[in-house]
């Protein structure tokens, strides 16, 4: 999983201005400082807010009001898998989202493998737990013909019984394609741990409200992954307004 920052427009002093409009005022960086900053791809400069443009964020972002930040945009680019991603669209308010389409394409599909599977959360009715479960168990002996059904598998058993179905998956939607297929109904059978990859564009304000959900304890932990890593970049570009708003 990975997400790299495509683009962004604007920063603390965009959030600022379009409050003070209302008065017809308007602010500039103090004594025309700037500050560099480098993230992925992107160098540029941000400015060095008074400390009355600071406070003036802060009001806002405690008061929820949103509209100021609505002017600065930030663009990602993701990868990651099909479950992670179902989750993340469901945001829908100041987004936008465009995917990759299996429909039209045929590339070779890749698979999200954890590196810890977790335990069932015992006190609530979805998620898990930070327990982490050890599918393969050293010294358990090898499932037989005998065995009953709650009988452990070995090691060995465990880890290829997962990387076997998504094989089997990834066998059989090739073979759907050489049969001429067409790739919209050969993506069924597919996993939900395939990896997918979007771009998703969006104001500062909705990819605050994405991170407030998505980075808390409660949400699955693959998903927090994303979540976190878009923090860090908008934390980078808009230092002042990211901070107002994570913590309303």
Request: include cysteine.
């Amino acid at each position: 999983m990975h997400v790299i920052t495509t683009n962004h427009m604007g920063d603390d002093l965009t959030v600022v201005n379009a409050a003070r409009v209302s008065f017809a005022k308007e602010s500039a960086a103090q004594d025309d400082e700037y500050t560099e900053v480098e993230y992925d791809s992107w160098l540029g400069t941000i400015p060095v807010l008074s400390k009355s443009d600071k406070r003036l964020i802060n009001y806002l972002g405690k008061h929820n009001h949103w509209s100021p930040f609505g002017h600065c945009q930030l663009q990602f680019r993701i990868k990651a898998p099909v479950f992670v991603a179902r989750q993340l669209v469901k945001h829908q308010v100041g987004l936008t989202w465009n995917e990759i389409s299996r429909r039209y394409v045929d590339i070779e599909p890749e698979f999200y493998t954890p590196e810890v599977w977790r335990g069932v959360a015992e006190n609530k009715k979805q998620g898990s737990s930070d327990i982490e479960i050890d599918i393969n168990p050293p010294n358990l002996k090898s499932y037989s013909s005998g065995s009953s059904s709650s009988e452990k598998y070995s090691a060995e058993y465990f880890r290829d019984d997962y990387q076997r179905a998504l094989q089997t998956a990834k066998w059989t939607y090739e073979q759907l394609l050489k049969k001429g297929v067409a790739p919209e109904q050969a993506r069924m059978v597919l996993p939900q741990s395939m990896i997918t990859e979007w771009y998703w564009s969006g104001t500062l304000y909705a990819f605050a409200r994405v991170c407030n959900l998505r980075c808390k304890d409660d949400a699955q932990k693959e998903t927090q992954n994303v979540g976190w890593d878009i923090d860090k970049c908008a934390r980078k570009l808009f230092p002042a307004s990211w901070q107002a708003l994570r913590d309303a």
